[in-house]
C-alpha cells in the first residue's frame, strides 16, 4: 500500500473497522485504503466529475455532491469518522461545515494548507505578495482557496465552537514537524470531536 | 467508446409461459409470452447475465440491427455490444418486452385466450412489482439464479431498484439511472393528460379500436409530442432550433411555422404509427402506482433495508422529469441503511433522453462501473 504522505497519516488516525464519511475524497485512495485493509466501510463526496469516475473504477462508494449544500441528509452520529481533507481551505460556509461534522460524526479528522508556515509568511511580508507554495500552488487570483488560516486561527474557530481538539500534525514536505509547528509546517492535521 | 462494435444481426425471439402469473390487481394471466432478445453467451456457472429494463416506450430491441437494411439500431445500441460499457464479449445481455407491451410480448393487441379476440381495454393494469415477477420466471427460464446486474433508465430504472426489494439475493448490481423512487405530482400530472388525449380521442372507442378497425392516432400522436416535450431540455431544444421558421416568414395560421412544431409532428407521427395506445395508458399507469417506499411505511430507508445489490445511480442536470434530487432520495436511503453505492449527476443538455445519449461521462462511469461487475463475478 502506498498512500500519499499526508493521507497516510490520516489512515493511521482512523480506528480498524469504522464508519467513515470522506468529504472531497478525490479518487477514493483514502476510502479504498480504509476499506481494503482496515476493514472499514464508508462513502466519500466528491463534486469534481473526473475524480468521481476516478473513485468509482477503484469500487469506492463515491457520491458526486456539492458540499457547500451541506451536510442536512446525514442523520446524527450516522459516521464514526468524516475526514476533511484540504477541502474546508476553499469552502465557503467553513463554520457551518465544522459544526455539521460534529454532528454527523463522533469525530472528524481536518487538514489544512497553513497560511503561518514561514515560507508563506516571507513572501508576504518580504516579497509583499500573497504566496505561492508545495501545498498553495495556486495565485490569488486563480485560487479556489477562500478561507486560508493558520494553526491559531484553527484553534480559536474550535475554541468558539465547543470543540475538543484531540490531536495535531503538522507536515512540512513529506516530514513529520513537532516544534513551532505554526511557524514550520505547511500542512495541518487535526483530530477533533 | 469509437472503436466498440455492435451485435451485428440479431433476432427476437418469443418465449412462452405456461405457468398462471397473478397481478398486483388480482387478475391472473393462466399464460403469457415474452419477446427477447439476448446478445453475448451465458458462462458455465451463468453468472454473467444482464437484464436490461425498458422505459415507458422501449422494448426488446436492445442493441444490433434486426437486418442489414435496418436503418437504426435497438434503442441502448451506443451502450450494448463487444467493447462497450455493457460489454457483449463480457456478459449475456437481455433486453425483453414488458408485459402488456405491444412489441411481442402479451398485451392489449395479444389473443385473449378465453374470449378468442384481442384484449384491447381488458388488457389489467400491470405494476411495475408485476413485470419483476414476470423478468424472475425469465430467469429462472435462462437458469440464471442471480443476475450480474439489473439495469434500466427511468421506467426501467424503477425496475432495477424493485428486483432488488423483491429478490434481493438474485441481483448483484442494479444500475438505476435518470429515475427516481416514485413519481412525482407533476409527472402524475403530465402522465394524465397524455392518458386524456388518448381516452377522448373519437377512435378510442373505449380501448376497443381494433375490433371497431379504428385507431386512436390523433391522441397517441399528441400524448407522445407532449411527452417528448418534457423528455428533452429548454437546453438542447433551445439549441437544436431556437425560434427557425420552417418556411419565410410568418403565416398567420396553424399550420407548421416553426422547425420545433414540424419535429415534434414528425416525431408524434411516427410514434403513433408503431404503438399502441392501450399499451401507452398501461405504462404510465404501471410509471404512476411505482411507489416501493409506500410498502414499508413510507419510508425508503426500510423498503431498501434487505437489498443485497450493489448500486450504481446516474442522473443528469437538466432532466426536470426525473431530476438529480430524487435520484439523491434513493442515494440517501442506500446511505441511511449501509448499502453499496456509486452516484453521479452528469452534466448534461439532454435532458430526460440523456440516459440514451453519449454524453462522455456518462459512458465512462457506466464502463467503470460495469468493469468493477466483471471483476466481481470473477472473484
Redesign the interface.
Known amino acids: 500500500m502506498n498512500l500519499r504522505d499526508d493521507l497516510q497519516l490520516i489512515y493511521d488516525w482512523i480506528p480498524e473497522g469504522s464508519r467513515v464519511l470522506d468529504l472531497g475524497c478525490g479518487d477514493g485512495e483514502l476510502l479504498s485504503a480504509l476499506v481494503t485493509h482496515k476493514k472499514c466501510s464508508g462513502y466519500g463526496i466528491e463534486i469534481n466529475t473526473d475524480s468521481v469516475i476516478a473513485a468509482m473504477a477503484r469500487g469506492v462508494n463515491v457520491i458526486q455532491a456539492d458540499l457547500e449544500r451541506g451536510l442536512e441528509e446525514f442523520c446524527d452520529h450516522s459516521f464514526d469518522v468524516i475526514v476533511l481533507s484540504q477541502t474546508i481551505q476553499s469552502m465557503q460556509n467553513t463554520e457551518m461545515i465544522l459544526r455539521g461534522l460534529m454532528r454527523v460524526a463522533d469525530q472528524a479528522i481536518v487538514s489544512f494548507p497553513n497560511f503561518g508556515y514561514w515560507r508563506n509568511r516571507l513572501q508576504l511580508t518580504l516579497g509583499g505578495h500573497m504566496p505561492v507554495s508545495e501545498r498553495m500552488p495556486y495565485h490569488w487570483y486563480n485560487t479556489p482557496n477562500i478561507h486560508w488560516c493558520t494553526l491559531k486561527d484553527f484553534d480559536l474557530l474550535c475554541a468558539k465552537n465547543k470543540i475538543r481538539i484531540r490531536e495535531r500534525a503538522v507536515m512540512a514536505g513529506n516530514k513529520r514537524i513537532d516544534r513551532f509547528q505554526n511557524l514550520l509546517g505547511s500542512l495541518a492535521f487535526y483530530r477533533v470531536g | 467508446m469509437k472503436n466498440a462494435g455492435s451485435v451485428g444481426i440479431v433476432r427476437p425471439e418469443k418465449i412462452a409461459f405456461d405457468t398462471p402469473l397473478t397481478l398486483s390487481n388480482g387478475r391472473v394471466l393462466s399464460r403469457f409470452d415474452l419477446m427477447v432478445e439476448t446478445y453475448g453467451q451465458l458462462n458455465e456457472q451463468k453468472s454473467n447475465a444482464v437484464l436490461i429494463c425498458h422505459a415507458l416506450s422501449g422494448n426488446h430491441h436492445v442493441a444490433g440491427r434486426h437486418s442489414a437494411e435496418d436503418k437504426y439500431p435497438g434503442w441502448w445500441d451506443n451502450m450494448v455490444g463487444p467493447g462497450k460499457p455493457i460489454d457483449t464479449d463480457r456478459f449475456f445481455v437481455v433486453g425483453l418486452n414488458n408485459l402488456g407491451g405491444c412489441h411481442g410480448s402479451t398485451g392489449p393487441t395479444s389473443l385473449n385466450p378465453q374470449t378468442g379476440q384481442d384484449y384491447g381495454a381488458d388488457f389489467p393494469v400491470v405494476t411495475v412489482k408485476d413485470w419483476v415477477k414476470s423478468q424472475a420466471m425469465l430467469a429462472d427460464h435462462f437458469g440464471i439464479r442471480q443476475w450480474a446486474a439489473v439495469v434500466g433508465g427511468s421506467l426501467g430504472g424503477m425496475q432495477a431498484l424493485q428486483w432488488t426489494i423483491d429478490f434481493p439475493d438474485r441481483v448483484r448490481h442494479a444500475l438505476v439511472i435518470a429515475s427516481a423512487p416514485k413519481l412525482s405530482t407533476q409527472n402524475i400530472a403530465f402522465n394524465d393528460v397524455a392518458r386524456q388525449a388518448i381516452l377522448t380521442d373519437p377512435d378510442f372507442n373505449e380501448g376497443h379500436y381494433a375490433r371497431r378497425n379504428t385507431l386512436p392516432g390523433r391522441g397517441l400522436k399528441i400524448a407522445r409530442m407532449m411527452g417528448h416535450i418534457t423528455y428533452l431540455a429548454e437546453d438542447g431544444l433551445g439549441k437544436k432550433f431556437g425560434r427557425k421558421l420552417h418556411s419565410d416568414g410568418y403565416q398567420y395560421g396553424y399550420g407548421v411555422e416553426f422547425e420545433v412544431e414540424s419535429y415534434l409532428r414528425y416525431q408524434g407521427d411516427k410514434f403513433a404509427g408503431r404503438f399502441d395506445a392501450n399499451t401507452y395508458l398501461l405504462m404510465t399507469k404501471a410509471l404512476d402506482y411505482f411507489d416501493p417506499a409506500a410498502d414499508a411505511g413510507n419510508s425508503l430507508s426500510k423498503a431498501v433495508q434487505h437489498v443485497q445489490a450493489k448500486f450504481?445511480v446516474a442522473s443528469f442536470s437538466t432532466d426536470w422529469r426525473f431530476s438529480p434530487e430524487r435520484s439523491?432520495e434513493l442515494?440517501?436511503a442506500l446511505?441511511?441503511t449501509?448499502k453499496?453505492?456509486?452516484?453521479?449527476?452528469?452534466?448534461s443538455n439532454h435532458g430526460h433522453d440523456a440516459f440514451l445519449m453519449e454524453d462522455e461521462?456518462y459512458i465512462?462511469?457506466v464502463a467503470?462501473?460495469m468493469?468493477?461487475v466483471y471483476?466481481d463475478i470473477r472473484s
Do not use: D, M, S
Request: aromatic share 14%; no cysteine; charged share 20%.
Open positions: 450504481f439523491k442515494v440517501n446511505i441511511a449501509g453499496a453505492v456509486q452516484y453521479i449527476e452528469v452534466k461521462p465512462r462511469a467503470a462501473y468493469n468493477n471483476k
